[in-house]
C-alpha cells in the first residue's frame, strides 16, 4: 500500500505524532539508539538511492516514512509507510531508500527482537498448523492500528525516562505478541520453536555467526543440526535466499568491513582475521559485493558516516 492510499485517520495520526519525535531527536540524518530503552533505534535517511549494506540482526522495522528497497540474497523486498519489516535470523543484505529528502526523510523505528520474550510468548499461544515452509529471514506487512498505537506509546517514553524503566518492558511484550498474532509472527514462530526445520536453520545461522572464520563443510553443519544435506541445503535457500557457502562468504565479507570502518583494521589483515587465505581472492570477492575494493568503498563509507549518513538498519 502506498502512502498515499492510507486512510484510516486514526493510523495518520499515530504516525504523524510518532514523526514528531523521531524528528525532534534525528534533525539530520543519522541513527539514535535510546539510551533510555534498550534496543530501541530511530533511523533517518535524506537522500534517495544511496546504497548500502549490513547484516541484519533480529529485529523489527516500523517505517514511519519514505520508502525502502532491500535485496537478501536474490529477493527484493519493497516497503514503505506503515510497513512492519520482521528480521527473524541475522541475515545479509543490501538496501536504499528510494524515497528519501531531506524536506521528507525516511523514517525508521527499530526494535531489537528478543527471543527469550518471544518463546514465551509462543508458548502461551494456540499451537500453530503445520507448515512444509521454512520461516524467511525477512518478511514485511501492513501495520494495523493496535500495532502502531501500542508502537506510539513506547515511542513516547523516549522522553519520559521514569515511566520508561516500568512502563517499557511492558509494552515491548505487547509489540512482541501483536507481531505473533499477525501473519508477519508466522516464520517467527517456526523460528523460535524448538522442533522443526525452520529452528534447525536458526540453530545453524548462529554457529555460522559464532564460527565464520573457519571453513564450512556443509554437511557437517547439516549433521550438527540433525538434518540431511539436500533437506538442508534447500531449507536454508528457502529462509535466507542464499545457500550455506554463500551465507559463509557473506558473514566474512560483512565482518572484514566492519573490522576496516570501526576498528580502522587494514584490508590485508581483516582479509586473514574473517578467515580468507588469498588477499586476492578476497579483494576480488569484495569488491563483486561492495562495488568497489575494500580501500575505496571504506574510504567512501567512513565519509558517509562522518556526514551522518546511516549505516545499517530496516
Known amino acids: 500500500m502506498s ?4 486512510t484510516n485517520p486514526k493510523i495518520e495520526q499515530l504516525n504523524a505524532s510518532i514523526k514528531k519525535v523521531i524528528l525532534a531527536h ?12 534498550d534496543g530501541l533505534r ?10 548500502g549494506a549490513a547484516m541484519a540482526e533480529p529485529s523489527l522495522g516500523f517505517v514511519i516514512q519514505g520508502q525502502k528497497k532491500t535485496f537478501v540474497g536474490g529477493k527484493e523486498y519493497f516497503y514503505g509507510k506503515n510497513h512492519c519489516v520482521v528480521i527473524g535470523v541475522d541475515v545479509p543484505t543490501s538496501y536504499c531508500a528510494t524515497k528519501a529528502t531531506k524536506a521528507e526523510p525516511f523514517l525508521t523505528v527499530s526494535l531489537r527482537l528478543d527471543r527469550v520474550l518471544l518463546v514465551e510468548l509462543i508458548g502461551q499461544l494456540p499451537p500453530q498448523s503445520e507448515s512444509i515452509r521454512a520461516g524467511s529471514a ?3 506487512g501492513q501495520m ?9 506509546r513506547l515511542v513516547q517514553l523516549v522522553d519520559r525516562p521514569d515511566e520508561a524503566a516500568v512502563l517499557a518492558p511492558m509494552i515491548i511484550r505487547e509489540i512482541h505478541f501483536r507481531v505473533l498474532m499477525t501473519p508477519l509472527g508466522d516464520s517467527l514462530r517456526r523460528f523460535c520453536e524448538r522442533a522443526g526445520s525452520s529452528s534447525q536453520i536458526a540453530r545453524a545461522i548462529v554457529w555460522l555467526r559464532q ?10 553443519l547439516a549433521d550438527h543440526v540433525h538434518m540431511g544435506v539436500s533437506t538442508f541445503h534447500r531449507r536454508f535457500k528457502e529462509a535466507t535466499n542464499m545457500t550455506p557457502l554463500q551465507y ?25 582475521v574473517v578467515g580468507y587465505e588469498s588477499p586476492s581472492q578476497f579483494s576480488r570477492e569484495y569488491k563483486r559485493e561492495f562495488g568497489q575494493p575494500p580501500y575505496r568503498d571504506v574510504k567512501r563509507q567512513k565519509s558517509l558516516r562522518k556526514n551522518g549518513f546511516v549505516l545499517g538498519g530496516a
Open 3 to 6: 502512502d498515499g492510499e492510507m
Open 26 to 37: 534525528l534533525p539530520k540524518a543519522g541513527t539514535l539508539d535510546s539510551q533510555i530503552i
Open 42 to 51: 530511530f533511523i533517518r535517511r535524506d537522500e534517495n538511492n544511496r546504497e
Open 138 to 140: 525477512m518478511t514485511v
Open 144 to 152: 494495523d492500528e493496535t500495532l502502531l498505537e501500542a508502537l506510539w
Open 211 to 220: 564460527n565464520y572464520r573457519s571453513s564450512l563443510s556443509v554437511s557437517e
Open 248 to 272: 559463509h562468504k557473506l558473514l566474512r565479507l560483512h565482518e572484514a568491513k566492519r573490522l576496516m570502518i570501526s576498528e580502522n583494521m587494514d584490508a590485508t589483515t581483516a582479509c586473514y
